[in-house]
Structure formats: structure tokens, C-alpha cells
């Protein structure tokens, strides 16, 4: 069974960037596909990017298209968010999450990490 744990949040201007991690314990995370969830105070989670198990095909929310990235590193059973352009709309805490082929995301949430963004 797999552990997530997310980390690399934190206080960034407008403009600025982040890259967040998941790094994972207890299975590989090859064997998954990943999407990255954030959910903003007063808000549901959404989902804001995705990437296949191969890793080939990445998939982002309207809202972030163009400015955050998301990758994996299969050496060190990790995924990554690229955050680029924040804006303040952006501020939420992010989690990661994962499912099999065919299936849906896990019913289960780490503590997540912090992003905000502002002046």
C-alpha cells in the first residue's frame, strides 16, 4: 500500500514559483497514476493536474494550464508540481493522490502543503 507525503509549499509573491513534491513510501508509484488536488479555504478540492503511469501525458485545470508542470521521477518514487506565474487565486493547500487503471482517486488524504501566495 502506498504513503504519500507532500512538502515544498510555503509564502511566494505573485509572479513567483514553487515546486512541490510527493514522495512516496511502501509501493512504487510507477505503478500509479498521480494527480495533484488543491483545495482553497471556504472551497471543495479540485483537481489541477494529472500524469499517466508511463508519465507520458500530463492533463492541468484551465485555471493553471500554461503555468504549472507536473512530472515523476521513477529513480526516487517521487511526483513533482512545477508552479510558475502565481497568482493569489492560487493559495490552498495541495495534495497529491494516486488510482489504478480504471479506478478512482484514493479515498484518502495526507496533510497536504501549503501554498499561498501574496504581496
Known amino acids: 500500500q502506498v504513503q504519500l507525503v507532500e512538502s515544498g509549499g510555503g509564502l511566494v509573491r505573485p509572479g513567483g514559483s514553487l515546486r512541490l513534491s510527493c514522495a512516496a513510501s511502501?509501493?512504487?508509484?510507477?505503478?500509479?497514476?498521480m494527480g495533484w488536488f488543491r483545495q482553497a479555504p471556504g472551497k471543495q478540492r479540485e483537481l489541477v493536474a494529472t500524469?499517466?503511469?508511463?508519465?507520458?501525458?500530463?492533463n492541468y485545470a484551465d485555471s493553471v494550464k500554461g503555468r504549472f508542470t507536473m512530472s515523476r521521477d521513477y529513480a526516487n518514487n517521487t511526483v513533482y508540481l512545477q508552479m510558475t506565474s502565481l497568482k493569489p487565486e492560487d493559495t490552498a493547500v495541495y495534495y497529491c493522490?494516486?488510482?489504478?487503471?480504471?479506478?478512482?482517486?484514493?479515498?484518502?488524504w495526507g496533510q497536504g502543503t501549503q501554498v499561498t501566495v501574496a504581496s
Open positions: 493522490n494516486t488510482r489504478r487503471a480504471g479506478l478512482a482517486y484514493r479515498d484518502s
Open positions: 511502501g509501493s512504487i508509484v510507477s505503478f500509479y497514476a
Open positions: 500524469i499517466t503511469i508511463a508519465g507520458g501525458s500530463t
